[in-house]
C-alpha cells in the first residue's frame, strides 16, 4: 500500500515531450504524460475506460484531448470522454481519471488521491534546481525494489565509509557520530556533524587548501513523505564556522533525491546534486554528477543483493541497531498515513 494524498516526482520536466507522450507506471497506476497548447502537464492513467487500452498508443487532438486509437473516443484533459463513434450520448461516467499535476523547478510532481485534495503547500521546495548560483545535472536510476528498502539506505549514512569509500565516503570515524532526528508531521528532520575528519574522495579536490587538510562535515537534511530527502551538506577546515550562516572555505552541496513507487517491487529514483563553487566550469558539474552516479550504483548493487538475500527468506527479522532510529520513525510515519488515509476511505464508503 502506498501514501495516495502526497505529491510524487513522476518526471523531470525535459522527459514530459511537447509533441507525444511520456509513459510511467506509479504506485501500481500506468499514467500518460502530455501537454496542452498551453505547454501544461497533463496527467491521466493510461488505460481506455472502455477496454482498457493505452492511451499513449493514441493521438493528441486539438491540441487538448487525446484519441484512444482503440475504437476511436476522445478525452478532454480532465479525462471526460468528449466524443464517441456511433454514441450520441455520452454518458458521464464514460472518463478516465486524471491527476493533479504541478511543474516546479524541473520536476514534475503528481498527487495520487483525489484531485480535488491536491494541496500544492506540500510540495517540497527544490527551488535552488533553478538558482543560477548554483549548478547540477540531472539523475534518474530505475530500481527492482521496494522503495523503502531505498529509503532505509537514505535515512542511515553510517554507511558512507564502508559502502563509497572513494566517493562519498571518508573515514570510519564518520560512521560512529550519531545523527540527531526530529520528527514533524509529515517529515524526519536529520542533523550530523562529524569534526575532525578526512574529507571524502569527491568533494576533496574542490577545496583551496591541501588535500590531506583534516575538515568539520555537516549533513542536514529533511526527509518527506512519500520518499523526498532535501540535504544541505558540505565541509569546511575543520575549527571554521560553519552553522551559523559564516562558511568561509566551505564546499557546499545541496542534494534533491525523489524516491517513487513504481509497483511493489520497483521504484522510480529521481537526483539531482547541486554546488555553489567553481560553478562557471560545467566539468566540475560533470566530475561531481558522475562522482554521485558512482556512488549510488554501488547502493543500488548492494540493495539489490540485500533484496535477493530478504526474498528468499520472507519471516527473516532484521536486528536493529542504534543508528536504524530514522529508519523505524519514517516507516511509523509511512505507516500512520496509510491507516489514516484507510480510515477515511472506509467512513467514505
Known sequence: MYVK??????????????????????????????????????????????????????????GNCVRCMYHGLVFDRSGQCVSAPAQKAIPPGLKVRSFAAVESHRWVWIWMGAAEEADASLIPDTHLLDDPAWKSRDGYIHYDVNYLLITDNLLDFSHLPFLHPTTLGGSTDYAAVLPTVERRSRSLMLKKVVRDTEAPGYSRKFGDYPADTKVDRWMFYEFLVPGVLLMDAGMVPAGMPFDDGRREKAIEFRGFQALTPEREGSTHYFFAHAHNFLTDQPEVTDAIHQGVITAFEEDREMIMGQHRNLA??????????????????????????????????????
Open 5 to 62: 494524498n502526497c505529491w510524487y516526482v513522476a518526471a523531470w520536466d525535459k522527459e514530459v515531450p511537447a509533441e507525444g507522450f511520456l509513459t510511467r507506471t506509479v504506485c501500481d497506476i500506468p499514467l500518460v504524460l502530455w501537454r496542452d497548447d498551453n505547454g501544461e502537464v497533463v496527467v491521466m492513467e493510461d488505460r481506455c475506460c472502455h477496454r482498457g487500452a493505452p492511451l499513449s498508443l493514441g493521438r493528441k487532438e486539438g
Open 312 to 349: 528468499l527468506d520472507p519471516g527473516f527479522k532484521m536486528q536493529p541497531l542504534t543508528v536504524d532510529a530514522a529508519l523505524g520513525q519514517f516507516r511509523w510515519l509511512i505507516d500512520s498515513l496509510i491507516r489514516k488515509e484507510t480510515a477515511k476511505a472506509r467512513d467514505a464508503a
